[in-house]
């Protein structure tokens, strides 16, 4: 399975500027080096059959618009920085869970698996904390 530019912008095509498809293209390439050794792992990327893709959701799993209600104005979704990951299983965020000495050798932090039930959400911004895993509110205060 392989995430691209078009499944993170889906149809908020209007709303990415060349700053932003650069930090996407950033996104997906990171996103693409680590689905590739999960599924030679044996990890399973289904296809959400609402965006037709591994991306979550209805339509904000990915670029949201500044317009849109979710989230801050600066979010990672809003700068072409995350995307959130179809999990329906809860097998991706186990799977990320347990490889920590994997995951560090990749440019991508995730939010805790607590705070996201059927989906995983990857993000190439840091959060101030540094953890690979971090707690939404908590980690960027």
């Known amino acids: 399975m392989k995430l691209t530019l078009e499944n993170v912008v889906g149809k908020y095509e209007s709303s990415a500027t060349p700053e932003i498809l650069n ?5 997906t390439d990171e996103c693409n080096r ?19 893709s591994i991306v979550s959701g209805e339509t904000l799993g990915g670029l949201r618009p500044q317009s849109c209600p979710i989230g801050a104005p600066k979010s990672a979704h809003k700068q072409g920085m995350a995307v959130d990951i179809y999990d329906p ?3 991706i965020d186990s799977w990320l869970a347990s490889h920590p000495s994997i995951i560090k050798e990749y440019d991508l932090w995730f939010e805790h698996p607590t705070a ?15 953890r690979k895993f971090f707690q939404p509110y908590r980690d960027w205060e």
């Open 23 to 27: 930090n996407i293209i950033r996104l």
């Open 34 to 52: 680590l689905i590739r050794v999960m599924e030679a792992d044996g990890v399973v990327f289904k296809t959400n059959p609402i965006t037709g």
């Open 89 to 91: 299983d809860n097998k």
């Open 116 to 130: 996201t039930n059927h989906w995983s959400h990857w993000s190439t911004r840091k959060p101030p904390s540094g």
